[in-house]
């Protein structure tokens, strides 16, 4: 099984790719997608379309994992998030990709034991589990921490 992993943003969106096989994780790649500051949001939501498009083009993932968008206190930035989210997902469905979504809660605990853990110790545990250099940049690593939520998951309901 082949998982890409999406931490979505409209300046940032973090994405890792790990592959799964008997228990063991390898991870494939890892990356930002930075639209321009300066763009419009109709032209950053096509950076994240063209984007994760070509990344699924040349990984192959079996499945895409997006973080939900979490509803704070400012309604404003949720609803632009959504749209980076609707974005990426509509790269994977034209794909025929199934999409699973994790809140941050549920990413934070299967990564670190601990739901309320902040985005250093996901960065921590990442690059623990996975055994990669921790110079990675937290978009990054929140994208491979979803990647690690569902296989953990995945295990889970195997079980």
């Not at 968008?69 to 309604?75: A, E, I, P, R, S």
Request: glycine residues 8%; charged residues 25%; positive net charge.
């Amino acid at each position: 099984m082949r998982i890409l992993g999406i931490d979505p943003g409209l300046t940032k969106t973090g994405f890792g790719i790990i592959d799964v096989q008997n228990e063991n994780l390898k991870v494939i790649d890892y990356g930002i997608i930075k639209p321009k500051l300066k763009d419009k949001l109709e032209k950053r939501l096509l950076t994240i379309f063209q984007d994760v498009s070509k990344i699924i083009k040349e990984y192959n993932p079996t499945i895409v994992c997006i973080e939900e968008v979490f509803y704070g206190k400012n309604f404003k930035s949720a609803l632009l998030l959504g749209q980076a989210r609707g974005a990426a997902m509509v790269s994977a469905a034209l794909e025929n990709i199934t999409i699973f979504e994790y809140s941050a809660k549920k990413i934070k605990q299967s990564v670190t034991g601990n739901g309320n853990a902040n985005k250093e110790q996901v960065k921590f545990m990442v690059t623990s589990i996975l055994n990669i250099d921790n110079n990675i940049g937290l978009d990054a690593s929140d994208a491979l921490g979803v990647a690690i939520c569902h296989f953990q998951q995945f295990r889970v309901n195997e079980l």
